[in-house]
């Protein structure tokens, strides 16, 4: 019934003992569980204090759902520098806080989101610091999120779970003209790109960043060889130190700064989540009637990334529908890995050598249901309104938002649409609902 102490346990409790293990998306189709100490932890925060100090972390939302690596330092950078966390639902709730809630200190967030969200016009709020992080960030989202909250400091942080959150950071008070760097090393941390000989490059020369230091989570759980396959012995660091490599190009300015050069896999980032398209591909192959998958990243018609699905079904007599192998890959995978189509083809497109034409494949077609007709002319009005948010030629009132390709950014854009042209007075959680 109380707190248990080092003689209540089989083993007295050490600072390499795992303090969470978080789950990231799998090549395999299965994801893989980075066991994080708390070593791993309290290196971070002790950064977080440093970097931020207890006024920016006075008053911090905390807007990250608990799969995302980043409500680690939402939740705990402030309550360990004694400042007060606000819980929302999730980032979207921005455009339904009160206009006259207490001012955050600092807010951070998935540069698209954020975006997005003060696009629509929906930021309702000011805060002195921003944080971007979790995908790679463009000189317009910077300068559309700053101009939306008034920040007099944002900044562009960059790491992957394997290494406890964010292992560089760049921030800038004055005017952002080209697109942000990653910055430097945080505390205790240190970076290097190398080539494939594992040899650091010239200043300049794009190679795979690699990240060493106290930030080095444990590894996967449970997965010994895909652990030493990504956690490597650090040529450059002492003896048994190891370094994580990220499967991230980069490559070093002239003033010391890291600047991201993309991914050197087919791993992509869905409104800031990583998602390994294999996962989603392994999840609609398990499906008896698919016979072949695959699943790629499209930029939709709100400028973001949207998984699409294109399957070519086994012989048979029971053919499954689109929407049911939807359906189907719901009922395993994470909301944000659920792609927004799924293409039936009668196969899948190859090039000359034999090898997948991922350029051939077509881009998916959203069709309405031919349902009733709107019974009023204000549901008319609304129907239109999500047919030219979701860019079709009409939408009926029996349709679903997200069948039609929709997600949770194209709603931000859909209730301010709604609230600008017909008065009406909705949250984004009304349209989930």
């Not at 942000?180 to 790109?193: A, D, L, Q």
């Not at 600047?259 to 294999?278: I, L, M, N, T």
Request: hydrophobic share 40%; net charge negative; charged share 20%.
């Amino acid at each position: 019934t109380a707190n248990p102490q080092d003689h209540d346990r089989i083993r007295p409790s050490h600072p390499l003992n795992a303090a969470y293990t978080i789950y990231t998306s799998g090549t395999t189709g299965t994801p893989k569980g980075v066991v994080v100490t708390h070593t791993n932890v309290t290196n971070l925060m002790a950064w977080a204090a440093e970097y931020f100090g207890p006024r920016r972390l006075a008053h911090v939302l905390f807007t990250t759902p608990l799969h995302f690596d980043v409500s680690v330092f939402e939740l705990f950078a402030p309550l360990l520098c004694g400042g007060t966390v606000e819980v929302l639902d999730d980032l979207l709730a921005l455009a339904d806080r009160p206009a006259d809630a207490p001012s955050p200190t600092l807010v951070s967030g998935v540069p698209s989101a954020l975006s997005y969200l003060a696009a629509q016009g929906s930021l309702g709020l000011r805060a002195d610091t921003v944080v971007l992080a979790g995908e790679e960030l463009s000189a317009p989202a910077a300068r559309a999120v700053r101009d939306a909250v008034g920040a007099g400091t944002l900044h562009n942080l960059y790491g992957p779970t394997e290494a406890t959150v964010y292992a560089t950071g760049w921030a800038t008070a004055g005017p952002v003209e080209s697109a942000p760097p990653i910055g430097e090393p945080v505390r205790g941390t240190r970076c290097y790109v190398l080539d494939a000989g594992l040899r650091p490059v010239p200043i300049g020369v794009t190679g795979e960043l690699y990240l060493a230091g106290a930030g080095v989570t444990r590894g996967y759980l449970a997965q010994p060889g895909l652990t030493a396959e990504r956690f490597l012995p650090d040529p450059f660091g002492p003896p048994g130190s190891r370094m994580y490599r990220t499967g991230d190009l980069a490559r070093l300015t002239g003033d010391g700064k890291l600047a991201y050069r993309g991914r050197g896999d087919d791993q992509v980032k869905v409104r800031g989540f990583r998602v390994e398209p294999g996962e989603a591909e392994a999840a609609l192959l398990a499906h008896g009637a698919v016979a072949h998958a695959v699943v790629v990243a499209r930029t939709d018609h709100g400028g973001t990334n949207a998984l699409v699905a294109y399957a070519v079904l086994a012989a048979g007599d029971s053919a499954p529908t689109e929407p049911e192998l939807r359906a189907h890959l719901a009922e395993t995978l994470p909301a944000y890995m659920v792609p927004a189509a799924v293409v039936i083809l009668d196969r899948l497109p190859l090039s000359p050598n034999g090898k997948l034409d991922r350029a051939a494949l077509p881009e998916p077609r959203f069709s309405p249901r031919a349902g009733r007709p709107a019974p009023s002319p204000q549901e008319e009005l609304l129907c239109a309104l999500f047919a030219a948010v979701l860019d079709l030629p009409g939408v009926g009132v029996d349709d679903d938002f997200f069948e039609l390709g929709g997600h949770s950014l194209l709603a931000t854009r859909l209730v301010s649409r709604v609230r600008s042209v017909m008065g009406l007075e909705v949250s984004v959680r009304d349209l989930f609902e």
